[in-house]
């Protein structure tokens, strides 16, 4: 190997200490909740139910909370359909347990009233029409209502390890923020005045709503329409008791997150995009003092002939092809004007230039090989754009530890499926070649 050969090799190995080792990880009983987040469409829920089969696999009571509405997690562990619900998972080899459950985010949000609230209050809740409407979706509900049923589960205790699967939501942040969006929303300025009249009560609270609701009730009345604004006001009011409530669980599962049986697990593709979003949600971890167990790298492409470059795959290719159009003009000078065929009523499979070994078959064979070195040439070009990807990431994050795991042909949609990227997680190698440019 020449030494700018040995060069690129060196720079494009990923060493040993920033391979991702999962089975540490999913084994350690001190490990009780992996996270999963990143940007939409680079693998969360594959990789989440992957991760939490393997876990299963290895002895663990494990469930897997998903908020994916395309339902690929139910589909590929073979359940008809996923609710608020965990179901056992039936196939699951070994000692262990797996369960799965998709996020109801309505009904999670239904759950919190009842439990909080007497019967009475509940009701009028629960048929409140701005209730209705902030329960189906407000925005960050869905991701508040992911952290609640985060912290419902592990204070069951029930299972050895919850692995979340976060909210396909455009910016990756949003499942940590949204706890203290709707904190923000709940002690705003809007919800105190609205509930000023009845917090001050007797003759000072309606003077207070004379002079002061009444400015504020008259602008909103005509902003959101009389009937909406008194919903919102019933609403604020049967809620008062509960709003301490929501602040306090919110605070305790953002503490859950940070405690240190919480591992993140960062997924991405080795794309531009995601890797700039991926390198953006490890910084935000850090500041938050978020435990970052290391980044998952999905759909890494492959080659089993990486030692040959893009550009020596050309060069034979064009080689093949000049020496191929030389030899086919040649060749068809010499059949047009030999006088032994012209005319001749021989059949096809006769004809020397066409018959098995003749230089017709040789260069079908050499337009074959050209077309195959052709698509290699474009296999190692997208290689070396996905190497160049992730070094730019490891050089900027070099403490982050990386899983790569290869691109499949198709989607997984069974338990074989979710079990060969398991394998292929806890492989701690890189998909990546050592020299896809040398």
Known sequence: MSPDVDG??????????????????????????VVCCGSGGVGKTTTAAALGLRAAERGRKVVVLTIDPARRLAQSMGIDSLDNTPRRVKG???????????????????????????????SAILANPFYQSLSAGFAGTQEYMAMEKLGQLRARDEWDLIVVDTPPSRSALDFLDAPKRLGSFLDGKLIRVLLAPAKVGGRAGMKFLNVGMSMMTGVLGKLLGGQLLKDVQTFVSAMDSMFGGFRTRADATYKLLQAPGTAFLVVAAPERDALREAAYFVERLAAEDMPLAGL???????????????????????????????????????????????????????????????????????????????????????????????????????????????????????????????????????????????
């Open 296 to 438: 998952v790298l999905n759909r890494v492409h492959g080659s089993g002939a990486a030692r040959l470059s893009a550009e020596r795959a050309l060069a034979a290719a064009e080689n093949l092809e000049e020496s191929r159009i030389v030899d086919q003009e040649d060749g068809k000078a010499g059949v047009r004007n030999s006088p032994d065929t012209d005319g001749s009523s021989e059949s096809p499979a006769s004809d020397p230039v066409s018959a098995e070994g003749s230089p017709a078959a040789d260069r079908t064979v050499e337009q074959l090989t050209a077309g195959l070195l052709r698509l290699h040439a474009e296999r190692m070009r997208l290689l070396s754009r996905e190497q160049r990807t992730r070094d730019r990431f490891t050089a900027r994050h070099p403490e982050v530890a990386v899983a790569e795991v290869a691109a499949l042909p198709g989607d997984v949609h069974d338990l074989a499926g979710l079990r060969d990227i398991g394998t292929r997680l806890a492989a701690a190698r890189p998909e990546l070649p050592e020299t896809a440019d040398g």
């Open 92 to 122: 699951v080899e070994g000692d262990g347990e797996l369960h799965a459950m998709m996020l109801d985010m309505k009904r999670t949000f239904d759950e919190i009233v009842e439990a909080h609230a007497d019967p009475e209050r509940a």
């Open 8 to 33: 690129q090799a060196r720079q494009h190995r990923l060493s040993p200490a920033r391979m991702l080792d999962l089975d540490p990880l999913v084994d350690d009983p001190a490990t009780r909740i």
